[in-house]
């Protein structure tokens, strides 16, 4: 995903509803202008206007992220805290040119992974590192256990065009190891191998895995018996989910908690089979296109 300053730098003002180009050109400080942008796109949605940020992303990204300046106010296992948040806008890719959304539900690619990224009931009250708390607004339990997505504040049911999430910060491959580091594991875990063991486990179950040298498949059985692979794996064995995205570090990241537990999470998971086989049949028919097999 793009962050707000490529936003705004690629933006094709034309397109854009006219409510949001005027925010866009008007001036005001930068972290004014963001939450405003963000507060319209959620209205025109709402209303069931276009908002013309679709076709505003290059580089085939189907969605963009926002964060917001100011933290939002929240309860935690009972404390009131504040958490850094962002908005994921769903936006259509080139990519979408050759998506044929009818055959899902109208949506298009960016909409597709917020549908599943967000309107799993028994995932967001699985996976994610903050739980809601049944029957109080705004209210959320943290989930030591099973947590491996950042929390998930509110989003749109309806049009899937939009969700607030709780911020990210990226992790590089140091970071974590350092964070993989426990009684068991002093040097923690490389996030290769990490990623491997994950992938080793899901083909396993699809029946696509080649075994590897017998010190290979030792050294991925070791890495399976990491507390983080056990949560991750988890997830993906409940889903049937790939974890491919994984092997960009940058699709996964820290999430910090109030209390400053740092979490090592997954920073996107709307990557679902049926968006990877959308994106897969979108991405065949780009090709004939290109090599002049229909027009």
């Not at 100011?70 to 890719?93: E, M, V, Y």
């Not at 030792?218 to 995205?245: A, W």
Request: no cysteine.
């Amino acid at each position: 995903m793009k962050n707000f300053n490529e936003f705004v730098k690629t933006v094709i003002m034309e397109s854009l509803h006219p409510e949001l180009r005027n925010i866009i050109q008007q001036k005001d400080t930068h972290k004014n202008k963001k939450n405003l942008i963000v507060k319209k796109i959620k209205e025109l949605s709402e209303r069931g206007e276009p908002t013309g940020v679709e076709g505003n992303m290059p580089v085939g990204s189907s969605r963009a992220y926002i964060k917001h300046s100011d933290p939002t106010p929240i309860k935690i296992d009972g404390q009131d805290h504040f958490i850094h948040f962002g908005t994921k806008i769903a936006i259509t890719s080139k990519l979408d040119r050759y998506h044929d959304k009818h055959e899902y539900d109208g949506m298009s690619l960016g909409q597709m992974q917020n549908y599943h990224e967000n309107n799993d009931y028994y995932v967001q009250r699985r996976f994610r590192v903050l739980v809601p708390k049944e029957g109080e607004k705004n209210s959320f339990i943290t989930n030591h256990e099973h947590g491996i997505f950042p929390p998930l504040l509110e989003h749109d049911t309806q049009h899937h065009n939009w969700s607030d999430v709780g911020h990210v910060d990226d992790i590089s491959k140091k970071q974590f190891r350092n964070l993989t580091k426990t009684p068991e594991f002093p040097d923690g875990i490389k996030h290769e191998e990490f990623v491997d063991a994950l992938t080793r486990d899901h083909n396993l179950a699809n029946g696509k895995h080649w075994f590897r040298t017998k010190e290979e498949e030792s050294r991925l059985n070791k890495v399976s018996e990491h507390p983080l692979f056990q949560k991750f794996v988890q997830y993906h064995r409940e889903t049937g989910n790939n974890p491919y995205d994984y092997q960009q570090i940058k699709n996964m990241g820290i999430w910090t908690h109030p209390n400053g537990k740092q979490f090592v999470v997954a920073r996107d998971h709307g990557f679902a089979n049926e968006v990877a086989e959308a994106y897969r049949n979108a991405n065949i028919k780009k090709r004939k296109n290109t090599q002049g097999y229909f027009g």
